[in-house]
């Protein structure tokens, strides 16, 4: 029970470092740093917007036909509509009164949906066939992050062996119920726990898993076994954890004596593609620009990571970008209460192919 409080009190810690530095995040953006970025200002056109209830909704899972949301208060109501926003519905999952979410979190990867209770630590999958819940994966074990790959299998981070110390990711498999740890895949650097902090994405279309971290200018490609396909880096030059960890040892929890600098706050991957939010200024950046907007860098994962160009994703209503998610060439964002839905013109492939033509055309005659 001592370790489990632990882990609540470390997530939910993490959490509140990122929050903080978003408290403060005008100071950060205002220093120009020392790399340069190759933009499409208007890559992105607005499709429409909607008002959502609240701002509990998070996007879950989204298609060429639907974008799919849900919420934190009911992880087993589902919210869902078209790119075009033209309706908005709802689905509620059958048998939701056989069980009890507290610390749970829904995936959508249609026709299935996948829900992780981190409380209980137990983990269930279902297929909008039925709507019906069913358990899968039920190994207690202390998970700070989970992402389904199929009904029996999930890629998990989690504590070490033997140790709340320091963080690793593993895959969870319910047949036969085993848990393989991949320990070298994260590189510590500090403490093993804030210095390795980051996001763990899937990519169905090239099945392979993607870490990002978000204190420092690397991500690592895995594929479902949790090889190491290759490390790569994001544009900023951020490549040491700028962070001093201190433990309070009467409240049992950790802090960090200085304030890390988050470069890579959000991240999601589609298709062959790997999309970064970034939180630094590039030296060939408009400040104002900068301030109005979030920038999305791109880079290809069949090119072992290679930066590709980069985008802006205008705030609106005063929002910043909360969450976003890519399907095709289209773009789903959360800010605040509000989803607002994006295409991309031209499309990513046809981008890239243009800016090899120019750059090519630019290049100097020898």
């Known amino acids: 029970m001592k370790k489990h409080s632990l882990l609540l009190l470390l997530t939910c810690f993490s959490v509140s470092i990122v929050a903080l530095l978003y ?45 799919y949301l849900a919420n934190h208060a009911d992880p087993t109501k589902i919210t869902y509509s078209n790119f ?35 409380s209980s630590s137990k983990h269930y999958y279902g297929s909008f066939s039925d709507n019906i819940i ?7 074990m202390m998970l700070v992050d989970a992402v389904p790959i199929n009904k029996q299998s999930l890629a998990v981070r989690t504590w070490k062996k033997d140790s709340i110390q ?8 319910s047949v036969p119920l085993n848990i393989e740890r991949a320990s070298t895949l994260l590189q510590k650097q500090v403490d093993g726990i804030f210095c390795t902090d980051g996001k763990l994405i899937y990519n169905r279309d090239l099945d392979r898993l993607v870490y990002v971290y978000f204190y420092r200018n690397e991500f690592i490609c895995m594929d479902t076994t949790m090889s190491l396909i290759f490390r790569g880096n994001t544009l900023d030059t951020v490549n040491r954890v700028n ?19 988050t470069t890579n706050p959000r991240s999601y991957t589609s298709g062959q593609w790997l999309f970064v939010q970034s939180g630094l200024l590039a030296k060939n950046e408009d400040e104002e620009t900068f301030q109005n907007n979030s920038v999305i860098d791109v880079y290809d994962l069949t090119q072992k990571g290679e930066y590709t160009f980069s985008f802006y994703l205008p705030d609106y209503n005063g929002f910043k970008v909360k969450q976003f998610n890519v399907t095709g060439n289209l773009i789903a964002v959360i800010y605040d209460r509000y989803l607002v839905t994006y295409s ?20 100097p005659k020898t």
């Open 23 to 67: 408290v403060s995040f005008d100071e950060i953006k205002l220093t120009h740093h020392p790399f340069e970025r190759t933009l499409l200002p208007s890559f992105v056109k607005e499709i429409n917007s909607l008002t959502l209830e609240n701002n509990k909704f998070y996007l879950s899972g989204s298609t060429n036909d639907h974008i």
């Open 243 to 261: 962070l001093r960890p201190a433990e309070v040892k009467s409240e049992n929890q950790f802090t960090t004596l200085s304030r890390p600098l």
């Open 134 to 140: 069913k358990p899968s994966v039920q190994k207690r």
């Open 166 to 173: 320091e963080l690793e990711l593993a895959k969870l498999t």
């Open 344 to 363: 991309i013109t031209p499309d990513l492939l046809h981008a890239k192919k243009y800016l090899l033509r120019d750059k090519i055309r630019s290049k």
């Open 84 to 118: 075009a926003l033209s309706g908005i519905n709802h689905l509620q999952l059958a048998n939701k009164e056989q069980f009890e979410f507290n610390v749970s979190f829904l995936t959508i990867d249609s026709p299935n949906f996948y829900i992780s209770d981190f």
